[in-house]
């Protein structure tokens, strides 16, 4: 089955700069790959996502990048705000279902 | 977000107790899943259904029984709770295979 391994597990930033979380798959059918953001006691909610016909895509401060051939993807958050803290989850489809990365907590100080 | 809602909220039971979390869309997503969430292990599917009448095995569905008679329900329910089972269970849903996934907001489960 599909293997998602996400890093780092915890990303401290200040705020303004910019954070990047990688993360690798091993199921070379996976063809859909989204981002979610926890917050604290709060369900994730889908923040981007990414087809594999798609090598970026971008939305406000937040962009994607996947690299098929390497089988990884990225999250880029630029101009980081203290209400980007929080646990970004990635994951990849395959079969169906979705394979979660074990997640970052992101932290942006002030 | 309102679209799929998950219930109770939060449940205190006893060992050994049956427990039945309920899940129910409005969206007549075809997809719907079951995790549970626990500190160091992330999202962990337990069950999943791509019908209605048709369930599936996810990565820990052991301890757990799933229904799917109506495609907006997906009741959980854990047949003789234990410790090891106290978590935050998120139910979650799309429409077919590779549409977005939508969480509904959990049920904190504490089982003593």
């Known amino acids: 089955g599909e293997n998602v391994e996400q890093h780092p597990s915890t990303l401290s930033v200040q705020e303004g700069d910019s954070a990047v979380i990688k993360c690798t798959y091993s199921d070379s059918a996976s063809n859909y790959f989204p981002w979610y953001k926890q917050e604290l006691g709060k369900r994730p909610q889908l923040i981007i996502d990414?087809?594999?016909?798609?090598g970026e895509k971008k939305d406000q401060r937040i962009a994607v990048t996947l690299n098929k051939t390497a089988k990884h993807f990225s999250l880029h958050i630029t101009e980081t705000q203290p209400e980007d803290s929080a646990v970004y989850f990635c994951?990849?489809?395959?079969?169906?279902?979705?394979?979660f990365g074990a997640g970052t907590q992101v932290v942006v100080t002030p | 977000d309102a679209g799929i809602t998950q219930s109770p909220r939060y449940k205190i039971t006893e060992t050994g107790r049956q427990v039945t979390l309920m899940c129910h869309q409005t969206w007549s997503h075809s997809y719907m899943f079951w995790y549970r969430q626990d500190l160091g292990h992330g999202l962990r599917l337990i069950y999943y259904s791509a019908a209605a009448d048709i369930t599936d095995k996810g990565e820990v569905p052991d301890g757990y029984v799933v229904s799917r008679s109506k495609t907006e329900n997906f009741p959980l329910t854990l047949e003789s709770a234990t410790r090891s089972q106290t978590s935050v269970y998120f139910c979650?849903?799309?429409?077919?295979?590779?549409?977005?996934?939508?969480f509904g907001p959990g049920t904190r489960l504490t089982v003593t």
């Open positions: 979650a849903s799309k429409d077919g295979p590779s549409g977005e996934q939508y």
């Open positions: 994951a990849a489809l395959s079969w169906g279902k979705l394979q």
């Open positions: 990414i087809r594999s016909n798609v």
